[in-house]
């Protein structure tokens, strides 16, 4: 049976049991690819911002307590700069 491929995904798991009230109600872990890791050291160096975007699901099987996470690279939505005029 072949790995499953945990690159750039993660879970997180609703945590039952705190041990103190300010402990977080959610806590889980994320992989980075060693592609993404790059891409944010070569953002970091040249001092732009670095934001990904995160997705999250409920497990198929229909059980709760825990959401799947997955990340992509954000892109900002483009504009149409040929369609700046205003219509008479």
């Given at each position: 049976m072949a790995d499953y491929d945990n690159r750039d995904k993660g879970v997180i798991f609703f945590r039952k049991e705190k041990k103190t009230e300010k402990a977080p109600d959610w806590g889980g872990h994320f992989e980075f690819s060693t592609d993404t890791l790059k891409?944010?050291?070569?953002?970091?160096?040249?001092?732009?911002?670095?934001?990904?975007?995160?997705?999250?699901?409920?497990?198929?099987?229909?059980?709760?307590?825990?959401?799947?996470?997955?990340?992509?690279?954000?892109?900002?939505?483009?504009?149409?700069?040929?369609?700046d005029e205003v219509p008479f």
């Open positions: 891409k944010l050291i070569e953002k970091a160096k040249a001092g732009e911002p670095i934001k990904y975007n995160i997705s999250g699901w409920w497990p198929k099987d229909g059980t709760k307590g825990r959401i799947g996470l997955s990340v992509d690279n954000y892109e900002p939505k483009k504009t149409d700069s040929l369609n």
